[in-house]
């Protein structure tokens, strides 16, 4: 039986959106629209619309590329409150899917990815969708992209141990930089601002999401 994914859809934003207090409507239309199934490995096409974070890469462990669950990344979006006119730095955009979604809330997407073989079916795949105020460039997740900047959004797809000051250093004034801190259950989607030239940031929310290689916290020597 061939799945209606454009039901799979509707049931997604009405049972783990709007469920879980993501009620901004530009975003909620965007993930109707988007087609969440184009940017999921062939393999798992089926499980395009579940409630749970989705591997990307051909193997899991210590490295793995996961596709954001659908909650958390509404979430994190929303409290980016995203304009039309905004620039937005997408980091660990993996296959393009939260390109593509970012692209209907902001004037254009620079969409940040250290993997080459998920660069190029992000690109790929959102060409063929004419996402065309998407930009795909290849570099380390963890010291952004500074050519593209100074952004009026930054949001992180995955959760990290330690945000690098390099990102926070490419947001504009007034600039906005969502991110999960923290691994499992100990994780927690921060909002950071940054005005008269400083990044603050404050926890909102608890989330636990895979997390993105390259922002591992720096062990400290013990004797």
Do not use: W
């Given at each position: ?11 997604m934003?009405?049972?783990?959106l709007?469920?879980?207090d993501v009620?901004n ?48 990344f509404a ?53 063929q ?12 997740l ?14 992180v ?17 007034g ?18 601002l ?5 990044a ?7 989330a ?12 400290e020597?013990?004797?």
């Open positions: 039986m061939t799945a209606d994914f454009a039901e799979l859809r509707v049931k934003v009405d049972g783990q709007r469920t879980t009620t409507l530009p975003l909620l239309t965007a993930m109707l629209e988007v087609p969440r199934e184009d940017f999921v490995p062939d393999a798992r096409k089926a499980l395009a619309y579940i409630d749970d974070d989705i591997l990307l890469t051909d193997r899991g462990g210590p490295g793995a590329r996961y596709l954001m669950e659908p909650s958390p979430k994190l979006v929303q409290l980016a409150e995203i304009g039309p006119r905004d620039r937005v730095l997408d980091v660990g955009a993996g296959t393009g899917y939260s390109a593509a979604v970012l692209s209907r809330l902001a004037g254009s997407v620079v969409a940040l990815e250290s993997d080459s073989s998920l660069a190029q079916k992000a690109e790929a795949t959102l060409a969708l004419g996402y065309d105020n998407v930009s795909v460039v290849r570099g380390a963890e010291a952004g992209h500074p050519q593209g900047g100074p952004y009026d959004v930054i949001v797809e995955g959760s990290v141990e330690a945000l690098p000051d390099a990102l926070l250093g490419q947001l504009a004034e600039g906005r930089l969502a991110v999960v801190e923290g691994h499992g259950h100990a994780g927690a989607a921060r909002l950071y940054k005005a008269d030239g400083v603050t940031g404050r926890k909102v929310f608890n636990a999401v895979k997390p993105l290689p390259g922002f591992e916290r720096v062990r020597f013990e004797f």
